[in-house]
């Protein structure tokens, strides 16, 4: 199974604070991501992490983190994966990829454009078929409001699902509620009977 996720930032005390997140410190609340992950993600299963996974530039502790959680890991670098930056070749038995942008073909026949950051337009906008998974912006109201417009894309952030990895068909599911609840909506920004280029399908 496959399964996705963003910004755990294991490790980060402040987070908590930002975030408004239910924790005491940073112990209680990588105890419970880990709890959490572990509950739903099992060894064999793929779990792409759409950047931020750890607060430390230390390769050990991002190490210990991600021997301590279950899956093939993925990941999507975010702007605080700053543990990668000197000795990226370490995590090569960790980590099945690192990279800033994938394009994930499933056999489901769904594509998943995954990157940190939210994009507006992607490869696929218009395909019903083409989700956009994205991270970065926490439970920020404001850039959740300008995102949640869009339709086929989806914030997968710890802050927004319970502080757990969300499964492919948890992703399709809220992807196609979200989507239902737009179609009559005068905020969408896509427009179902055109494409990007304006002219009529």
């Known amino acids: 199974m496959n399964y996705f996720t963003a910004d755990p930032h294991f490790g980060h005390g402040n987070i908590i604070k930002y975030c408004n997140r239910p924790f005491a410190d940073a112990a209680e609340m990588d105890a419970v991501l880990t709890a959490n992950w572990n509950s739903r993600v099992q060894p064999e299963d793929d779990i792409y992490i759409l950047g931020d996974f750890c607060m430390s530039s230390s390769p050990a502790k991002a190490e210990a983190y991600l021997l301590s959680l279950n899956g093939r890991k993925h990941l999507i670098r975010g702007n605080h994966d700053t543990f990668l930056k000197k000795h990226p070749e370490r995590f090569a038995g960790l980590l099945c990829e690192i990279c800033d942008y994938k394009e994930l073909h499933l056999p489901s026949g769904r594509?998943?454009?995954?990157?940190?950051?939210?994009?507006?337009?992607?490869?696929?906008?218009?395909?019903?078929?083409?989700?956009?998974?994205?991270?970065?912006?926490?439970?920020?109201?404001?850039?959740?409001?300008?995102?949640?417009?869009?339709?086929?894309?989806?914030?997968?952030?710890?802050?927004?699902?319970?502080?757990?990895?969300?499964?492919?068909?948890?992703?399709?599911?809220?992807?196609?509620?979200?989507?239902?609840?737009?179609?009559?909506?005068?905020?969408?920004?896509?427009?179902?009977?055109?494409?990007?280029?304006g002219q009529a399908r």
Not at 114 to 139: C, E, K, R, T
């Open 111 to 197: 594509t998943y454009i995954l990157m940190h950051y939210p994009l507006l337009f992607w490869n696929g906008s218009a395909d019903p078929n083409v989700v956009q998974l994205y991270g970065h912006i926490h439970n920020n109201e404001y850039c959740n409001a300008l995102t949640g417009r869009m339709l086929r894309s989806l914030n997968v952030g710890v802050d927004l699902h319970g502080f757990a990895p969300l499964s492919e068909d948890q992703v399709w599911a809220l992807v196609q509620e979200r989507s239902a609840r737009l179609q009559d909506s005068p905020l969408l920004i896509i427009d179902e009977q055109k494409g990007f280029d």
